[in-house]
């Protein structure tokens, strides 16, 4: 499964050959998707907490950032969820709730067996 607004296109011999644009789209939550994408949003919400350092911390929702996103005027703009949803788990809008830099770049040493996808 993709990110959910484009699938890679694997040709023969396993190469790139480009990305597939004639996905299924649907609209979920007044937001249009790959339809395979509202299944990620929903099991992101059952996601409360991170484990950094040996400490859980709570995840920031959409919308509680340092950042103001323009959160009241539109989705996040890279995993298409709605103010007082908590991002899906490497989404570059996400904040850490320990340095409250970028969860996916910062340096915190995150618990990255569950969860992240390995």
Same mark, same amino acid.
């Given at each position: 499964?993709? %990110?959910?607004?484009?699938?890679?296109?694997?040709?023969?011999?396993?190469?790139?050959?480009?990305?597939?644009?004639?996905?299924?789209?649907?609209?979920? !939550?007044?937001?249009?998707?790959?339809?395979?994408?509202?299944?990620?949003?929903?099991?992101?919400?059952?996601?409360? $907490?991170?484990?950094?350092?040996?400490?859980?911390?709570?995840?920031?929702?959409?919308?509680?950032?340092?950042?103001? %996103?323009?959160?009241?005027? !539109?989705? /996040?703009?890279?995993?298409?969820?709605?103010?007082? !949803?908590?991002?899906?788990?490497?989404?570059?809008?996400?904040?850490?709730?320990?340095?409250?830099?970028?969860?996916? $770049? /910062?340096? /915190?040493?995150?618990?990255?067996?569950?969860? %992240?996808?390995?």
């Amino acid at each position: 499964m993709g %990110w959910p607004f484009r699938e890679r296109v694997i040709g023969v011999d396993n190469e790139f050959v480009g990305c597939n644009m004639e996905r299924k789209r649907v609209v979920y !939550q007044g937001v249009e998707m790959d339809s395979e994408w509202p299944p990620y949003i929903e099991g992101a919400q059952l996601d409360l $907490a991170y484990t950094i350092g040996g400490k859980v911390y709570d995840r920031i929702r959409y919308g509680q950032e340092s950042f103001d %996103w323009g959160v009241d005027s !539109q989705p /996040c703009h890279d995993c298409a969820f709605i103010k007082g !949803q908590f991002h899906v788990r490497g989404c570059d809008a996400e904040e850490c709730p320990l340095c409250h830099g970028q969860a996916i $770049a /910062c340096e /915190c040493p995150y618990d990255r067996d569950r969860g %992240w996808g390995t």
